[in-house]
């Protein structure tokens, strides 16, 4: 853009370009463009493709999203409308990466601080009623299902959408990359029952069932007796409903139940959670896997599928946009904490396999389907709704291809005075 063309844009365009300029000196490769509100666009650099368009959508876009940023700040404009993502939205965290870790020192403020405030005006309301507010002391069973409501209540009609036909909401497991949803889940929940081991008539129970994917595959093709626990009544609904479908309903059942209180004098012969560790808190895994080992009998299996967070990987203080608009009071701590409160609570720990990478494509796949079924989210929920996921999961997928977040599965035995009931080795998980 040269000088002649700057000077004769709009006043506001031109505070706006030049801010953004001093923002964007130092990025590379500057792989995007920007449209401002008036149609003007500040292209990418020469020789590099444009991956996406940041599209601001007024004046007041701009103090929005840079005064003093950071993640709830970005995320909050995108999602009211503030600024708009065409493209492919995953390449936009590696920008919002370097706009958080800018230096906000007084030199550069003085810079540009002034000509973010003047363009202040206009734009939208932000409408703050829709983050969660829980109150009450953290991880009671009170607050841990209106936790959990916030989040899975809002509509099975909502996930049906974008993800597989079974409705499995956690990481698939990939054979290759070009492997549609579909196929990935199922080889995900044949591989958890192969992994536990599962014989016909075997009681399993799984916590934090979801839809009850894993029981109706468990009952219907390894002939588990299974029970699955949700603090989510649509989902146990749902759940019994498509169990019910499967003509399985004297063989695995769905019920509102918190593990906190589960009382099965009998024990189960397997344990299963898949995507509900992170909501038990840090404070309360010991109690979790105490809990969970007094479920299961003597020479019992437990596998536990459940996002962590790298080692080196702090987070941010304070709630982040996840927490306020997603996943309240969710809680991803490293796997060597885990192991070790395992450990103490009386587990044997015989095998740890780390899918990180099969949850980026999963992320990326639902993403995906997501996008195209943009005017029925519309339909169900509205559009507000719609960003929030498309924001969420995008950012969840730069994460985990990071390397700042994993997922593992964490296979653990209840051993029989000393005897753990494995194999020798692992040939029969990849037969």
Known sequence: MSVEVVQSLDRTVRTGLGILRDLFNDYRPRDFAIRFWDGT???SEPGQPRRFTLCLNHPGSLCKMFWQPNEVKLGEAYIYDDFDIEGDIGAVFSLADYVTNLST???RWLRYGARLLDLALGGHVWKLGRAAKLGGRLHTKKRDKRAVTFHYDMSNEFFALWLDKR??????YFGALDDDLDTAQKRKLDYICRKLRLKPGERLLDIGCGWGGLLIHAAKHYGARALGITLS????????ELISREGLSGRCSAKVLDYRDIHEPEGFDKLVSVGMFEHVGEAKLSEYFRRARRLLR??????NHGIARAMGNTGRRGPGFVDRYVFPDS???PLSSTLRIAERAGFEVRDVESLREHYALTLRSWVRRLEAKYHDARRITDEATYRIWRLYMSGSAYEFQRGRLS???VLMVKPDRGRSGLPL???DWYA
């Open 331 to 333: 809680d991803m701590v």
């Open 298 to 303: 003597p020479g019992g299996v437990f596998l």
């Open 41 to 43: 666009i500040w292209d």
């Open 425 to 427: 080795t692992r040939e």
């Open 167 to 172: 409705m499995v909401y956690s990481s698939a």
């Open 105 to 107: 020192g007084f030199t």
């Open 233 to 240: 009544s649509p989902q146990a609904e749902l759940a019994n």
């Open 407 to 409: 997922v593992y599965q």
